[in-house]
């Protein structure tokens, strides 16, 4: 379908094919200029027009002469008086929170700045020099585009497995993507990066930040950017750094990729930072929300209206309880939904948009309005589910129709795998879907998505290789990052010529991978993890924009062999029901059957007991699913099977000695298949022994082999 997005918000610039309307909220604001650009190399605005103000503190104007590709920004005039939360200064030329498109968004200068810090407390005076030169613009845009009768895919979430990844990083470095492409929202589905992603299994990628943003002037002045994106500039505009060209502008472009990765059944999920913005804290360039109407769009310190209350670790928390700054979330939700067609959004520090504005509150008014919303209600929502305050830890406590990032599952995974002791119940709780935080709480077992690693600390290959984190190149003294990584080095830290070393680091790779991808919930994949992607031991790589931070695609035979042994693994999941359960296991015995719907075994054979759940000497486990758990839940695998085939076993031995373990009473007679074996990558055979010899640090998966396995 072909034609302009209907206007869902009076805010912002919108062309009706004959006018622009202009407007933007400012509560505190004396008056508001409108000044238009000729060009991007423009010194100064040609045109200044005065808007005019409404009862609800809307400014508008209206245009004509003037069409899309116009270029314009705003200067706000109001108090300065930074005890009371106001840092209005009209010298300075500001972007429209609404902006669709922008342009200059990278220029830094001295006159970005709009005041000065001259004494302590906190004292400051007005910087009086213009910034139009320099300053970020907006441009106006005609938003029709061909869709072609793209619909949302509704991927059901017990059938999703997530691939998170940055759009330059996964294809800068690829040899088959056309040059002018990598780095691009074009190169990002190119036919080999969507070969990759299908073959893979994935069924949606989670792109790290496409909101415009800005690099902080600290890392400017180091030579270093703001590689990840986790600093907005503006919530509606795609950021420019990944156009191609080959569209008239990033929005043609990226809706282009949408529709692309939708043809080839792949959702899109935003990763979306609206707990804080490029704005830094008070003393920060003026680019936008600062000069538009501070003590609005900020949380203030309550003791001191000069300062912020930083929840983010980033200068400054957007107060999303304030109703004008929640309808600019909700638009910018709703213009991503519905004009740029995602299917769903990953909340960057979640818990700060629950603050209102200081304490936690978990019936806050975003959450209501997300809750009420038809659209945003039914999308796929993913909770970063903490942020730096105190109370801010949420894991667990997100509404209904949330997921969130399991840190709890994450920590326990890394853990057991490294060897730590008595973990044993805490491990069997993560792999089952974590039911003592998300039982009662959710309508099903899936609320949890479940990661060993993600953008933000070490890679897969890194958790193996080193013990501490390398961030010599982000120049903060080793400061920034994660002290507590819960890895192993397998006996050498950093690369080693070891043979034997080496062998145990692929292997923990499998008993990791394989652990995430049999786990109930939902997998989410660290982009390049199934490469064996290393970041050199920096476990806060956000601020290297260089080939180090890319993926790599000059693959050796080991990493070959992952990458096929991680594409098995998913069509493992995808083939068994069990693995995409929508219910919490229950231990109790299946309608019909003597058996349980899950037996946890001791190595000798027998079920676990108290004590054995207590000991801190045992490192091993079994797990028994039986098939007619998958028939009496009626579920279903992605092909429309429902499961009635084999029972399955899964051995787990993080020891560093070789466990005989004795296969129940129940398993004598019956013919199994030896379908994952960390140790051996991907053998198979159909004569097992007993006991199995259950090698150190492996994972083992057996399903018992039946004629029909499964039925239509």
């Not at 129709?401 to 069997?428: C, F, H, I, Q, S």
């Not at 990493?559 to 069509?571: D, N, P």
């Not at 695998?637 to 373990?661: A, C, M, W, Y």
Request: proline share 6%; charged share 20%; with cysteine.
């Amino acid at each position: 379908m072909i034609g302009k997005r209907k206007r869902s918000s009076p805010l912002g610039a919108y062309w009706d094919g004959t006018q622009i309307h202009f407007s933007l909220f400012s509560e505190h604001a004396t008056a508001v200029e409108l000044c238009l650009f000729e060009s991007i190399q423009s010194s100064k605005e040609t045109h200044r027009h005065r808007l005019r103000r409404s009862k609800e503190n809307i400014w508008r104007i209206s245009l004509t002469g003037h069409h899309p590709g116009c270029l314009y920004g705003y200067r706000v005039h109001g108090p300065f008086h930074p005890a009371s939360g106001h840092l209005f200064n009209p010298q300075k030329i500001l972007l429209d929170p609404y902006a669709k498109s922008v342009v200059r968004s990278e220029v830094f200068n001295d006159r970005m700045f709009g005041c000065r810090k001259v004494s302590e407390p906190q004292q400051y005076e007005l910087e009086p020099h213009d910034n139009a030169d320099s300053a970020p613009l907006a441009v106006v845009l005609d938003d029709s585009f061909d869709w072609q009768g793209d619909k949302a895919l509704r991927i059901p979430w017990h059938q999703s497995v997530i691939y998170e990844t940055h759009v330059k990083g996964l294809t800068a470095l690829h040899p088959e993507v056309p040059a002018h492409l990598r780095g691009t929202y074009s190169g990002l589905v190119t036919e080999p990066i969507l070969d990759h992603l299908k073959q893979l299994g994935v069924t949606a990628v989670q792109l790290m930040p496409v909101h415009q943003h800005r690099t902080e002037p600290r890392l400017i002045e180091k030579g270093l950017n703001n590689y990840w994106g986790y600093n907005t500039l503006s919530y509606f505009a795609p950021d420019a750094r990944y156009h191609s060209g080959t569209h008239d502008n990033p929005v043609q472009e990226f809706k282009e990729m949408v529709r692309c990765l939708h043809q080839a059944g792949i959702e899109v999920i935003l990763d979306v930072v609206y707990n804080h913005t490029a704005e830094g804290e008070p003393d920060g360039p003026f680019l936008s929300f600062r000069g538009i109407d501070n003590s609005n769009y900020y949380i203030l310190d309550p003791e001191d209206s000069s300062r912020y209350s930083d929840f983010t670790g980033c200068g400054n928390t957007l107060k999303v309880s304030n109703p004008p700054v929640l309808k600019l979330v909700m638009d910018s939700l709703h213009y991503w939904a519905e004009e740029m067609h995602v299917d769903g959004f990953r909340f960057d520090l979640a818990s700060a948009l629950l603050r209102d504005p200081q304490q936690i509150n978990l019936q806050s008014p975003f959450l209501q309005a997300v809750a009420n919303d038809p659209v945003l209600s039914q999308m796929k929502l993913i909770a970063e589910p903490w942020d730096l305050g105190s109370d801010g830890y949420l894991v667990g406590h997100f509404p209904r129709g949330w997921r969130e990032l399991n840190g709890p599952y994450r920590d326990v995974l890394r853990r057991y795998w490294k060897g730590d002791e008595g973990l044993l119940g805490d491990l069997a709780t993560r792999i089952t879907g974590s039911s003592d935080l998300y039982r009662g709480k959710a309508q099903d077992s899936t609320p949890s998505i479940n990661f060993i690693a993600c953008h933000d600390g070490f890679t897969l290959r890194d958790l193996v290789t080193y013990e501490h984190k390398r961030n010599e190149a982000n120049q903060e003294n080793s400061m920034d990052g994660s002290n507590s990584n819960y890895s192993w080095n397998c006996g050498h830290e950093g690369p080693s010529d070891d043979p034997e070393i080496n062998a145990l680091r692929w292997r923990q790779m499998r008993n990791i991978m394989a652990s995430l991808l049999l786990s109930m919930g939902v997998p989410f994949i660290n982009g390049g993890d199934e490469l064996g992607r290393s970041l050199q031991g920096n476990n806060n790589a956000y601020c290297l924009n260089d080939p180090m931070n890319w993926v790599q695609w000059d693959l050796d035979a080991e990493q070959q062999r992952f990458l096929e042994f991680t594409r098995k693994l998913v069509q493992l999941r995808n083939d068994h029901p069990v693995f995409q359960r929508q219910r919490f296991f229950t231990g109790t015995k299946i309608s019909g059957s003597e058996n349980k719907d899950i037996s946890w075994l001791h190595p000798s054979g027998v079920e676990m007991t108290p004590e054995d759940w207590n000991s801190h000497a045992l490192h091993c486990i079994g797990i028994w699913l039986q098939s007619a758990a998958n028939h009496d839940s009626n579920e279903q695998d992605n092909h429309g099977r429902k499961g009635v085939g084999g029972s399955l076993l899964i051995l787990i031995n993080s020891d560093k000695t070789k466990i005989p373990f004795a296969l129940p009473a129940l398993f004598q007679g019956r013919i199994w298949s030896l379908l994952i074996d960390t140790t051996v990558v991907m053998e198979s055979a159909e004569k097992i022994e007993n006991p199995f010899l259950l090698q150190s640090h492996s994972l083992v998966l057996l399903e018992e082999v039946k004629d029909n396995i499964y039925q239509p």
